[in-house]
C-alpha cells in the first residue's frame, strides 16, 4: 500500500485524487485523517488549502472536522470564517463553534450563537445543550442556566446523560447544590462523569461530608473505577474538613488505579496532607511529583506558608524559578502568606515590587491584602492602616482586609484603628459579630470598659450572636465534634472533664494562670473566667483525643475559629506534661505543639 502523499506534493498536485487513483470516498478519509492530525497551524492550513483544491469543502462532514481543527488549535476566528461561508451548516456545525467559543474563554459568543440558531432550520441536539450549560457553568450564570434548563425540559433532553450531567456540573458551579442533587435523583442512568460532577459540586460549595458520602455510594456500586477528576474532588472534600484517615484511604484509591502521576491529583494530594496537618507527608508526596507544575509548586508553597515555614516557601518559589516555572497571581499569595506569617516583612515586599515588575502581574486586592496582614503582625500599624485606606476593594475583599487589619489592632492594643476597622466592617454588613466582639476585645485590653458594655448592649440589641467556636478530632474515620462550653453533649462527657481539671492542676503548679482578660469576660469572676477558658472547643476536644488516641500519635484538632491566647499556652504546656504532639488548624494556619512549644514561635 502506498503512503499518503506529504503535505507540500498533495498542495502542489492538480487533483489528488487521480494522483492517488483513489475514490472520492477514500480522498474525504484521507482529508479527515489529516485534519485529525495537525497540531499546528501551518499544517491546518495546509490541509484547508487541500480541501478547498479538491473541491470538499462544500462537503459538510470534511468541512466541520476542518472547523473541528481550528477549534482544537483554539484559532476561533478562523472556525467562526469557515462556518459564516458554510451553505448549509448542520447542528454538528453549530455545536462546534459554541464548543470553541467556550473553550476559548468566550462562553458569552456560545450563547449568543445559540440565540441565532432558531432563524436556522438546524434543531439542537444533547450535546448543543451540554456547550451551552458548560457556557453558564464558566459564567456561573445560574439565571441563564435555569432557561437553558427549561428548553431541554421543553424539548424532550431530560433523560440525556450528558446533558443532566453537565446541568450538576453547572448548579454546582453556580452555587445551587440542591438544584444540582435534584437534577442527579432524578437521572435514570449515571456514569462516572455524573458521579463526578455531583461530588465536585459538594466539594465546591463547603460540603465534604455529602461529596465523601456520595463517593461511598459510588464506591459501594462498584459500577466503574472512579478516574481521577473524581479522586480530585474527594481529595480536595477530606484538605476541606481535615479529614486524614479518609484523605489516605483515597490516596491509596489513587495508587490503585495508577493517577499518582497525574499532576492535578498529586496537587490535591499536597494540599490534602498541609490543611490535614501532615507537611512532612506534603512534602513526600511533592519530592515524587517526576515534573512539577506552578499548581504543584503553589499548593506546598501555600502549605508550608500555613505552617509557619516561611524560609522553606521561599526556597521552593526560588527552586520553582531555577526551573523557569513562571509563577501565577496565586502562587505570590502562597508567597506574601508565608512572609506574613514568618515575619518576613522585607522579602514580602520585595516579593510585591517583583511581581509585576519581573513577572507581569500586577498585584490585586488579596495580595495587599496580605502586605497589610504582615505589615499589622509586625507592630506596623500605622502602615498597614495607611495601605488598607488606599486599597480600591470589592465588598467581600473589603471584608478579609480590614477583618485582617481589625485582628493586627487587637494583638498590639491599638484602639483607634480597631474602631476604624470595625466600622468599615459594620457598614459593609460584613463579618458585623467578628466585628463587636473583637472590638469589644480590643476595649477590654485597654480597660474601656464603659465601651466594652456599651457594645455588649448593642449586640444584644441589633441581635448579633458571635460564631460558636467548634472543634472536631477524627478517629478512625469517623469525626467528633466538640462546642465551647457543652459538656453535656460531648462524647465521654465526665471523663473529658475529668482529664481536663486534672491537666489544669498540673498546669497551675507550672504557673499557668488561666482566663486572661480580653475575651468579653466583663464582670466575670476569675474563677468563672477560668472554667469558661477551660471549656473552649478546643480543649474538649484535645481532653478526647488524649483519651482515645493511643501514645505515640499525633492528634490533631481543627477548629473554625482562631484559637485564643490562653489555649494556645496551655496547649504548649499540656504538650510538655503528657510528652504528646499536637497539630492544631485554626481558621488562620497551622499550629504544633510539642514539648512545651509551638511551631508558630507565639507569632499567629
Given amino acids: 500500500m502506498k503512503r499518503p502523499l506529504n503535505l507540500l506534493f498533495a498542495l502542489t498536485s ?88 467556550v473553550n476559548a474563554g468566550e462562553p458569552k459568543i456560545a450563547l449568543w450563537l445559540f440565540g441565532k440558531m432558531p432563524w436556522s432550520s438546524v434543531v439542537p441536539n444533547d450535546f448543543t445543550f451540554a456547550t451551552l450549560i458548560n457556557a453558564c457553568s464558566v459564567l456561573a450564570d445560574l439565571e441563564v442556566g435555569r432557561r437553558v434548563h427549561t428548553h431541554v425540559e421543553i424539548l424532550g433532553f431530560q433523560s440525556s446523560l450528558v446533558v443532566c450531567s453537565s446541568l450538576v456540573d ?56 472512579p478516574n481521577h477528576f473524581m479522586l ?73 506558608a500555613k505552617y509557619g515555614l516561611g524560609r522553606l516557601s521561599l526556597n521552593l518559589f526560588k527552586e520553582m524559578s531555577d526551573r523557569r516555572i513562571a509563577p501565577n497571581d496565586v502562587t505570590f499569595l502562597g508567597v506574601l502568606h508565608a512572609c506574613s506569617h514568618s515575619g518576613l516583612v522585607g522579602e514580602g515586599l520585595g516579593q510585591l515590587k517583583s511581581m509585576y515588575v519581573k513577572y507581569g502581574i500586577m498585584p490585586d486586592a488579596r495580595h495587599y491584602t496580605c502586605v497589610v496582614d504582615m505589615l499589622g503582625r509586625t507592630g506596623c500599624l500605622d502602615k498597614a492602616f495607611q495601605l488598607a485606606k488606599s486599597i480600591q476593594v470589592e465588598s467581600n475583599e473589603g471584608a478579609l482586609l480590614w477583618g485582617t487589619l481589625l485582628s493586627a489592632s487587637k494583638v498590639h492594643g491599638r484602639v483607634d484603628v480597631a474602631v476604624e476597622a470595625s466600622k468599615r466592617l459594620i457598614e459593609s454588613n460584613q463579618q458585623v459579630a467578628g466585628a463587636f466582639v473583637t472590638l469589644s476585645n480590643v476595649y477590654a485590653f485597654a480597660g474601656e470598659w464603659e465601651n466594652v458594655h456599651s457594645l455588649r448592649s448593642e449586640m444584644k440589641r441589633t441581635g448579633v450572636h458571635k460564631e460558636p467556636g467548634c472543634s472536631w478530632v477524627e478517629i478512625k474515620d469517623s469525626a467528633y465534634v466538640f462546642y465551647a462550653g457543652d459538656v453535656a453533649s460531648c462524647p465521654q462527657g465526665s471523663e473529658v472533664a475529668s482529664l481536663l481539671r486534672e491537666l489544669e492542676e498540673r498546669m497551675k503548679e507550672r504557673g499557668y494562670v488561666g482566663g486572661s482578660v480580653g ?35 499525633t492528634i490533631r484538632v481543627m477548629k473554625n475559629l482562631r484559637m485564643c491566647r490562653d489555649c494556645h499556652e496551655a496547649f504548649k504546656l499540656i504538650s510538655d506534661i503528657v510528652e504528646r504532639d499536637f497539630v492544631v488548624r485554626d481558621v488562620n494556619r497551622f499550629h504544633h505543639f510539642k514539648n512545651g512549644s509551638c511551631s508558630c514561635r507565639d507569632f499567629w
Fill in 14 to 101: 492538480q487533483s489528488p485524487s487521480r494522483q492517488n487513483k483513489r475514490s472520492s470516498f477514500h480522498t474525504k478519509a484521507y482529508f479527515i485523517q489529516q485534519l485529525q492530525n495537525c497540531n499546528d497551524f501551518i499544517s491546518a492550513t495546509l490541509a484547508h488549502s487541500n480541501v478547498l483544491k479538491s473541491g470538499f469543502l462544500n462537503d459538510t462532514f470534511t468541512t466541520n472536522h476542518l472547523i473541528n481543527c481550528y477549534v482544537r488549535l483554539q484559532e476561533i476566528e478562523d472556525a467562526h470564517q469557515l462556518f459564516n461561508e458554510m451553505p448549509e451548516p448542520n447542528v454538528v456545525s453549530w455545536t462546534s463553534l459554541m464548543a470553541g467559543y
Fill in 170 to 225: 453547572m448548579y454546582g458551579k453556580c452555587n445551587d447544590v440542591d438544584e444540582a442533587r435534584r437534577v442527579f435523583d432524578l437521572m435514570s442512568y449515571r456514569n462516572v462523569v455524573s458521579w463526578t460532577s455531583m461530588i465536585t459540586a459538594y466539594a465546591q460549595n463547603a460540603q465534604g461530608h455529602d461529596a465523601l458520602q456520595i463517593f461511598r455510594e459510588f464506591s459501594g456500586l462498584m459500577l466503574d473505577r
Fill in 232 to 304: 480530585a474532588s474527594v481529595i480536595s472534600a477530606c484538605a476541606s474538613l481535615g479529614r486524614l484517615v479518609s484523605g489516605k484511604v483515597t490516596h491509596g484509591a489513587v495508587i490503585r488505579g495508577g493517577h499518582d502521576s497525574n499532576d492535578v491529583v498529586a496537587s490535591a494530594l499536597v494540599d490534602m496532607y498541609a490543611k490535614c496537618g501532615s507537611i512532612r507527608y506534603s512534602d513526600k508526596v511533592f519530592r515524587r511529583i517526576s515534573n512539577p507544575s506552578v499548581i504543584s509548586y503553589t499548593s506546598m508553597i501555600v502549605g508550608a
Fill in 519 to 553: 475575651l468579653v469576660f466583663v464582670d466575670v469572676e476569675e474563677e468563672a473566667k477560668e472554667q469558661i477558658v477551660g471549656l473552649h472547643s478546643e480543649r474538649l476536644a484535645l481532653a478526647f483525643g488524649l483519651i482515645n488516641i493511643p501514645k505515640g500519635m
